[in-house]
């Protein structure tokens, strides 16, 4: 079975520009979600969907940040404009459905440098 | 609000020594516990969860951990480590319909 998917692993920006991050689920999820990880710190949920629809994001700066999952498989997270406080790791994970009983698996992430 | 605590940044084992990481949680009621690993460059992967049931839970790569009510613990051990379990470990909590929560994480370094 192929895990989430994840491009770019690496980028490398200048402030104020954009950047966007694409996640591949695995296949029959219906609940993704977008975390991001400063280094040195645990995971932070920035959104939550389920199949196409916005779950929670109470943590996702609006002002700069945006997602969609259009067709409710694959998303796509973007930052505009970037900050120097945006370097992290987005890491993208996908489950069947919400619910803490139910395991959620993680992509190898997206590891952001704002310069 | 619900949160997490792991005292230790950094822990270096010998290979064969017993490991144990530590995690304290916050929380109103019982939570849903988990603990994760995460290899440099890769996600994290679920080592074992507790929702209910026996407080000894069992998971995968020869780890365990014990829920302890009474001391809002939620400790990760494994009785022999190998060189390959060198990673960073995150303890989370969640509750109810309330977002999971990770802890700043635990780095295993294991030496020969």
Redesign the interface.
Known sequence: EAG?AQSPRYKIIEKRQSVAFWCNPISGHATLYWYQQIL??????LI?FQNNGVV?DS?LPKDRFSAERLKGVDSTLKIQPAKLEDSAVY?C?SSTRPG??V??F????TRLTVV | AQSVTQPDIHITVSEGASLELRCNYSYGATPYLFWYVQSPGQGLQLLLKYFSGDTLVQGIKGFEAEFKRSQSSFNLRKPSVHWSDAAEYFCAVAGGYQKVTFGTGTKLQVIP
């Open positions: 989430v040195g710190q645990g995971p932070k949920l939550q929670d943590q890491l994970a803490h009983d395991e959620a993680f992509g190898q992430g």
